[in-house]
C-alpha cells in the first residue's frame, strides 16, 4: 500500500518566516508533486520532480523552491512567507514503471501565514 | 497550453438518481484522462481513469467515456449514494513527466 505522509497536518507562521514542508513516500516513486488547493482553483501545480535533484516549475511557483536531495523526500519550501500563500498544500507521488500516471496524495497541510 | 474546465461547478442530485460531471480538454496530445475523489478533509483519490484508444469504462457504478473529437469526457455515477457526496476532479496529460492537470472540481450533492 502506497504511503505518502507530510510533516505536518497544520502550521500556522508569521509573514516573513522561511517554512518548510516536507513530504516523503515509502514506494520508491520516481515523481513527486507539490499542489496548492484552494477553494474554487481547484489543484494547482506548483514544483513537480521527476529525479532525485531534478526539478521543475509547475503552474504556480512564484514565491516557492523545492529541494529533493533523495528519491523519497520533497521538500517544498516558502522563503518569505506571506499571506496570500495561507493554503492546503498537497504532496503527490507517482511512478514511472507503469502506464498509469495515478498519483497518490498525501494527507496535505494546512498553512495559516498570519 | 493545456486546460481542462469543468461543467458544472456544483451539482446536487436524489439519492438513487444518476449524476453526470462533464470536462472538456484543449490539448489533441492528451492520451490520458484520471477522475480523482476527494471526501470532505480527505486527500483525493484516483477513482476511475480511461486511456485515448479506449472510448468508454465502467467499475460498477461509475463509468467515464471519452470523445476525442470533440475533446470532452464525462463522468457518469448511477444510483447515486449519500457516500459519493464528494469534490470531483477531472484531469488529463500527454504523458510528459507524468504531470497532470487537474480541472478545477465539481461538488456533487446527494441528497438521501
Known amino acids: 500500500d502506497v504511503k505518502v505522509t507530510q510533516s505536518s497536518r497544520y502550521l500556522v507562521k508569521r509573514t516573513g518566516e522561511k517554512v518548510f514542508l516536507e513530504c516523503v513516500q515509502d514506494?520508491?516513486?520516481?515523481?513527486m508533486f507539490w499542489y496548492r488547493q484552494d477553494p474554487g482553483l481547484g489543484l494547482r501545480l506548483i514544483y513537480f520532480s521527476y529525479d532525485v535533484k531534478m526539478k521543475e516549475k509547475g503552474d504556480i511557483p512564484e514565491g516557492y523552491s523545492v529541494s529533493r536531495e533523495k528519491k523519497e523526500r520533497f521538500s517544498l519550501i516558502l522563503e518569505s512567507a506571506s499571506t496570500n500563500q495561507t493554503s492546503m498544500y498537497l504532496c503527490?507521488?507517482?511512478?514511472?514503471?507503469?502506464?498509469?500516471?495515478?498519483?497518490?496524495f498525501g494527507p496535505g497541510t494546512r498553512l495559516t501565514v498570519t | 497550453g493545456e486546460n481542462v474546465e469543468q461543467h458544472p461547478s456544483t451539482l446536487s442530485v436524489q439519492e438513487g438518481d444518476s449524476a453526470v460531471i462533464k470536462c472538456t480538454y484543449s490539448?489533441?496530445?492528451?492520451?490520458?484522462f484520471p477522475w480523482y475523489k476527494q471526501e470532505l478533509g480527505k486527500r483525493p483519490q484516483l477513482i476511475i481513469d480511461?486511456?485515448?484508444?479506449?472510448g468508454e469504462k465502467k467499475d460498477q457504478r461509475i463509468a467515464v467515456t471519452l470523445n476525442k473529437t470533440a475533446k470532452h469526457f464525462s463522468l457518469h455515477i448511477t444510483e447515486t449514494q449519500p457516500e459519493d457526496s464528494a469534490v470531483y476532479f477531472c484531469?488529463?496529460?500527454?504523458?510528459?513527466?507524468?504531470?497532470?492537470?487537474f480541472g478545477k472540481g465539481i461538488t456533487l450533492s446527494v441528497r438521501p
Open positions: 503527490a507521488s507517482s511512478s514511472n514503471r507503469v502506464f498509469r500516471y495515478e498519483q497518490y
Open positions: 514506494m520508491d516513486h520516481e515523481n
Open positions: 490539448d489533441s496530445a492528451s492520451n490520458y
Open positions: 480511461i486511456r485515448s484508444n479506449v
Open positions: 484531469a488529463e496529460t500527454t504523458g510528459a513527466n507524468s504531470k497532470l492537470t
